[in-house]
C-alpha cells in the first residue's frame, strides 16, 4: 500500500511538471536525487554517548607467587596482577602505577592473608583514559553484603543533611504557629484589658454625675445667744 501510494504520488508530480512546462526526465532525476538524500537522512545513526567496553581476563597467579618466599605471596601476586594488565590491556608505557584496582578485589586478594592468596582470579577491566581500572567479575556472598552495607551507609548519610533541614523547617514553622497564637493571645488580653479600664472609666463617670445631681445640704447656723 505505501508503495502504491508512493507511484500514485510520483505520477501526479510528473503530471504537475508537464502542465507547467519542465520535461519528464528531469523530473525523475529530481525525484531520485529527493529519495536519496531522505535515505541518507534515515541511515544517519544518532549520536550516542561512548560506552567504556570491559573485557574479561583469567589470572593464572600460582606460578608466580610459588617460586617466591611465603611472607611476599600476596604483594607479588597483586604486582603480577598489574603486570598482566598492563600487558594485555596494551599499554606501551607499562607504568604498573596506571593500574588502580577496585578495593573489593584487593580485599579478595589479601582476604587469604599474606602468605596465601588465590591461584586464579576472574577479572574484568577497562581503559580509563590513562588509567586502567580492574574489578572482581564476581563478587563473593561477604563483598556482596559488605558493598550493600556500605551504600546503605552511604544513601543515609547523603539523606541525614536533608532530613536535618526538613526538620528546621518543621522545628521553624511549628514555632511561627506559636508565636502567631501567642500574638493573637496577647492582643485579646489587651483587648479585654481596654474594655475593662473603659467599664471602670464609665462606672466613675456615672457615680460623679449622681453626686453632682444631689442637692445640697444647707448647714444651720447655730443661733446666737
Not at 500500500?1 to 504537475?16: L, R
Not at 580509563?128 to 561477604?142: N, V
Not at 533541614?165 to 501567642?182: D, H, I, L, N, S
Request: proline share 4%.
Amino acid at each position: 500500500m505505501a508503495e502504491e501510494n508512493k507511484t500514485e504520488t510520483s505520477k501526479e508530480i510528473i503530471k504537475d511538471i508537464e502542465k507547467s512546462g519542465v520535461p519528464a526526465e528531469t523530473a525523475k532525476k529530481e525525484e531520485k536525487l529527493d529519495e536519496k538524500a531522505t535515505k541518507s537522512e534515515e541511515k544517519k545513526p544518532e549520536s550516542k554517548k561512548e560506552e567504556k567496553a570491559w573485557k574479561e581476563f583469567v589470572i593464572p597467579l600460582g606460578k608466580t607467587f610459588r617460586k617466591t618466599v611465603m611472607y611476599r605471596r600476596t604483594p607479588k601476586a597483586i604486582r603480577t596482577i598489574k603486570e598482566f594488565l598492563v600487558r594485555h590491556m596494551k599499554m606501551y608505557e607499562r607504568d604498573l602505577k596506571s593500574v588502580k584496582l577496585d578495593k573489593y578485589l584487593n580485599e579478595f586478594v589479601w582476604s587469604r592473608g599474606i602468605k596465601n592468596p588465590p591461584s586464579k582470579l576472574r577479572v574484568k577491566a577497562m581503559i580509563d583514559g590513562e588509567f586502567i581500572r580492574a574489578e572482581l567479575s564476581e563478587l563473593t556472598k561477604a563483598l556482596k553484603f559488605k558493598k550493600e552495607k556500605l551504600e546503605r551507609r552511604e544513601t543515609k548519610s547523603a539523606e541525614a543533611p536533608k532530613r536535618k533541614e526538613a526538620e528546621k523547617t518543621e522545628v521553624a514553622q511549628e514555632r511561627t504557629e506559636e508565636e502567631k497564637a501567642e500574638e493573637k493571645e496577647k492582643k485579646a488580653a489587651v483587648v479585654e484589658a481596654g474594655q475593662k479600664m473603659e467599664k471602670a472609666e464609665a462606672k466613675q463617670a456615672r457615680h460623679q454625675t449622681k453626686m453632682s445631681k444631689q442637692p445640697k445640704r444647707q448647714r444651720r447656723m447655730a443661733l446666737q445667744k
